[in-house]
């Protein structure tokens, strides 16, 4: 015969696998200190302003 299985026990790990995951992306988004989160912002502001810098055709979209 087979196995038994308590559903309120793989209902139960499943939500909490479910939190930890949810949980996990919190804390990168969230958990980062002040002066990280101003580094990685200028970090992107710099890439974005290099990738602005070497466009062909200006934001508006007329030729430079």
């Known amino acids: 015969m087979g196995e038994l299985i308590n559903l309120r026990k793989i209902r139960k790990q499943r939500s ?10 919190h804390r990168l988004a969230f958990g980062a200190r002040k002066d990280e989160r101003r580094r990685r912002q200028m970090e992107q ?11 062909l055709v200006g934001p508006r979209g007329d030729d430079d």
């Open 16 to 25: 909490k696998a479910e939190a930890e995951t949810h949980a996990g992306a």
């Open 45 to 55: 502001a710099a890439a974005e302003r290099a990738l602005n810098a070497h466009r």
